[in-house]
């Protein structure tokens, strides 16, 4: 079975300070995987995806991920924190088993930045 | 462009009540999806279609159904409303088949209180 794991259901880290959102998956085949933002009372905002090629992909707002096949992973980071990063992150998997129409969401990670 | 609009933004129900909810794409996207999310539980999908006229059942399809009969629209409809469909319902739509790496588009999402 598809499945996309967040390990923390929250992270917590100073501003200026690097930040990792840990995600994990398990699909068959090859995997698309992507990242979204939600802030308060809003939609979600997509971040960055992994389709194919490089396995560290650049999103918006300063924001990274790698892709690492062996380990199943497609952690997001991030150099150096903002307060304005405070946001509820989720990572997605998508893949042909899962119908290629289908998307995949984590339970989502809550981010605190402190000033 | 508007993106993806949802009507209501906020309604409460009594059990028993019926409702739709309405979501539109100004971007001529084929698929559409519709989405609960809850506390520590992420993005459910209950339904999406892959076409006009074409529906079908996600995750967590039971007591909702919906229909696509214009291409930029897509509703969810609640038949006899129960406090177990309290959630905020996101819609979200996708570009064509075929490009199982295109991101989806969401929603700013509709809560919904049923008493």
């Known amino acids: 079975a598809q499945s996309v794991a967040q390990p923390e259901d929250q992270v917590n880290v100073a501003e200026g300070n690097p930040l990792t959102v840990k995600c994990t998956y398990s699909v068959s085949g090859n995997p698309y995987l992507f990242w979204y933002v939600q802030y308060p009372n809003r939609g979600l905002q997509f971040l960055l995806k992994y389709i194919t090629g490089d396995n560290l992909v650049k999103g918006s707002y300063g924001f990274e991920a790698e892709f690492n096949k062996s380990q199943t992973s497609f952690h997001l980071k991030k150099p150096s924190a903002l307060v304005s990063d405070s946001a509820l992150y989720f990572c997605a998997v998508r893949g042909i088993n899962t119908g290629g129409f289908k998307t995949i969401f984590g339970a989502g990670t809550r981010l605190f930045v402190k000033a | 462009n508007a993106g993806v609009t949802q009507t209501p933004k906020f309604r409460v129900l009594k059990t028993g009540q019926s409702m739709t909810l309405l979501c539109a794409q100004d971007m001529n996207h084929e698929y559409m999806y519709w989405y609960r999310q809850d506390p520590g539980m992420g993005l459910r999908l209950i339904h999406y279609?892959?076409?006009?006229?074409?529906?079908a059942k996600g995750e967590v399809p039971d007591g909702y159904n919906v229909s696509r009969l214009k291409k930029q629209n897509f509703l969810l409809g609640l038949e006899s409303a129960a406090p177990s469909q309290t959630s905020v319902y996101f819609c979200a739509s996708r570009n064509v088949a075929g490009r199982p790496g295109e991101t989806q588009y969401f929603g700013p999402g509709t809560r919904l209180l049923v008493l």
């Open positions: 279609s892959v076409g006009e006229g074409t529906t």
